[in-house]
């Protein structure tokens, strides 16, 4: 049942992100402890964005330029982040991050994304100007991945349309160099503080894989109008699971 639960979550991460949504519960619905249950999750859950993200890579359509940055500094915001964790109570970010989730979803609405001419017809000056604000989005959300979680793989994307020039297939391809680093990270760590079963996590690793690769296929078949219904269905059920964790 978990196997099955981590192929539909790494289906659904790999289009829109979320796919914790439906593994975290299942997770701790099989009586895993809270602490565990996080460290299993990203256990398996970094074999679904690695397996869209090398999907995505051989389809050419990750931005190899912007991902040799994106790469590392995810991979350090989420280490910072995981550290936060220790100094800040993480409760006090869910009323942020449902207010983040709205705002994504309502930008993600109002703003047309980029098309593929538009993207290819960028000029040295502004196509650095996106770079360092892909480097600050992938920093900034890394942390965030490292320190709370919900809606990373959402953040991403809205943030690589709104502030890098980039349409909806483009943007999700490259969210899973910045959410395949960060859960790297967030791996390590939990996996150094013996938080993983890893019994239970290398079976729903190969739901994962088998979701990833489903996934992000979908996706690029599926195109900006799956993604966009995808990302607003995910932001919709994040932040009614936040409202809801909160009250």
């Known amino acids: 049942m ?26 701790l619905a099989a009586g895993l402890p809270p602490h565990l249950a996080f460290g299993t999750n990203k256990g398996q859950s970094v074999w679904g964005s690695g397996a869209a993200l090398a999907t995505f890579w051989r ?36 009323p942020i991050a449902i207010a983040m989730l709205i705002g994504a979803a309502a930008l993600l609405v109002v703003r047309k994304p980029a098309r ?3 993207e290819a017809g960028v000029d040295d000056a502004r196509a650095r100007r996106y770079l360092a604000r892909a480097a600050v989005i992938a920093l900034v959300i890394g942390a965030y991945d490292g320190f709370f979680g919900p809606g990373t ?7 690589f349309v709104a ?24 791996l390590a760590a939990f996996a150094y503080a013996g938080a993983v079963a890893w019994s239970v996590a290398l079976p729903m690793a190969a739901g994962q ?39």
């Open 153 to 159: 793989g959402t953040f991403l994307i809205v943030g």
């Open 59 to 94: 389809a050419g359509r990750v931005d190899r330029r912007q991902g040799a940055l994106a790469f590392p500094l995810g991979l350090l915001g989420a280490a910072v982040g995981a550290r936060l964790v220790l100094l800040i109570e993480s409760q006090a970010l869910r």
């Open 2 to 27: 978990l196997a099955v639960a981590s192929f539909l979550a790494g289906t659904v991460d790999a289009i829109a992100g979320g796919g914790g949504l439906i593994t975290l519960p299942s997770l």
């Open 163 to 186: 502030f890098c020039g980039k349409g909806l297939p483009r943007a999700t391809a490259d969210a899973k160099v910045v959410n395949f680093a960060s859960n790297i990270a967030a």
């Open 209 to 247: 894989l088998a979701g990833g690769f489903v996934g992000a296929r979908l996706a690029l078949r599926g195109g900006a109008r799956l993604i966009r219904l995808a990302v607003l269905a995910v932001s919709g059920a994040l932040v009614a699971k936040l409202v809801h964790d909160l009250i």
């Open 116 to 118: 593929a001419e538009d």
